[in-house]
């Protein structure tokens, strides 16, 4: 009973209405779709559940011909072709998966004009024929979905998505809309220079989402700890628990099961029926706790999830962000929760080293290891580093983090981050050479040595001036620095560099507050192991 191209040249409040149900549009939606159906460039920033996919299928609909809609994730790509033919609009996808048969079928509706939405993975427009296909129909605009896949420095880079601009040169009077939720403001650089969108306009969301309280636990027994807040503050709750691996997602499921949680676990090696049944449980029922990998979640659309937890570190900001934002999407108050030890760090380090990625995936991949740990280690109220890091500029406290609300017990270490600041510096500029961080704590403590002597170590200013603080006291503010973004190791030997924001500290114009708790974690922890 699908209607053929009915929608187009309508009014976008209407089509709104009439194909999706829903009576006024979101935040900045409507010049977004006003943008891209007037024949225009855009570049879209929006927070998960902020509702970018209707910016593209409704421009898809208004506009003449085929929205052409590149999208990494093939699970998620059928869920919304499922969703538009159930509003009546004609969608399909195209991808290696499909039998010969389906594709031809799915080509020739596209060739005759009886597509209104067309999803494609990336990696299709470099397979053979899609480009003379593609040329075979009237496309409508390109949507670029996941646009931060683009983004060799994000934390998701997907090679394929790099000939995404190429489509600006081939189709260059077809509007292209990209979109993502995760983009840092390099990455929105990246996003624009790469898919050729220079001429786009953007549309920048505010990334906060007010109802979500943020909370970072340091791991003790993390089981014990998660069954606390799922029992203790959520209770009968829906909710969805992040474990890094299949074998702890089942772990988890079961304890929780075992404490009376109503839990299923959910990973990509479980049978699909078996995935399927968790995920309609967890959509259809109350209070299903689903513990799953970063697979879950994508596209998955319920609106009373009232927690998010995390009992292992989350790789990046940007997963962070994106898992803790399926928490609450229908406004109502949300809380997310992660525990993080020592050992997740060691344990993540030795995964990126041992991974498969050159050199410049392993730096990326560090890179964002060590934005995670800022955010954990941070004593600043979580939401102002989070809206920071992903670009946006916000002073005010938000009092529903828990920073915010049990502030925790701090230390000044202003004076002794001052002193390996300028012994950094001063080991760079004076000698040209290089130093690894004990070498740093070895000067300030005035540790003599052969090699100290010969380098003329016991020359610098800073000689000696440290030694009121214990070895494991200075690793600590080695690390705090690091981790706060003050200091940075570079390059393959970890070369350590104050940054740009250790300036203020080094001319006394900002205090360094470390957690008391990293001063004594490093105390008893000492080197290595956690
Ligand atoms: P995103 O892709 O940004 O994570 P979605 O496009 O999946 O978000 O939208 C999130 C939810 O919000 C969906 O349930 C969607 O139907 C709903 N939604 C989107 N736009 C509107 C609107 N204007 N009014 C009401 N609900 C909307
Ligand atoms: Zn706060």
Redesign the pocket.
Known sequence: DQVAGPQVGRDPREV?AEV?G?D???GE?EDIIRQVIGGGDAVVL?P???????CYQIPSLVREGTGIVLSPLVALMHDQVAALQLVGVRAAALNAAMSIEDRRAVEQAYRDGQLDVLYLAPERLSAPGTVELLAQGRIALFAIDEAHCVSQWGHDFRPDYLRLGALAERWPDVPRIALT?TATPETHREITERLHLQRARHFVSSFDRPNIRYRIESKQNARAQLINFVRGEHAGEAGIVYALSRKRVEQTAAALRDAGVDAVAYHAGLPAHVRLDAQTRFLREDGVVVVATIAFGMGI?KPDVRFVAHIDLPKSVEGYYQETGRAG?DGLPSDTWLAYGLQDVVQQRQMIESGDGDQATRASQTRHLNAMLALCEGVQCRRVFLLRYFGEERTEPCGNCDVCLTPPKLWDATIPSQMLLSTVIRTQKERNRTYAAGQHIDVLRGVTSERATQMRLDELSTWGIGTEWSVAQWRGVVRHLLAAGLLEAQGEWGVLAPTEAAKPVLRGEEAVMMREEVVTRASSGGRGRA
């Open positions: 709104l999706f829903y006024a549009f979101r939606q929006m998960t559940g902020g509702g970018k996919s209707i939720a659309d999407r």
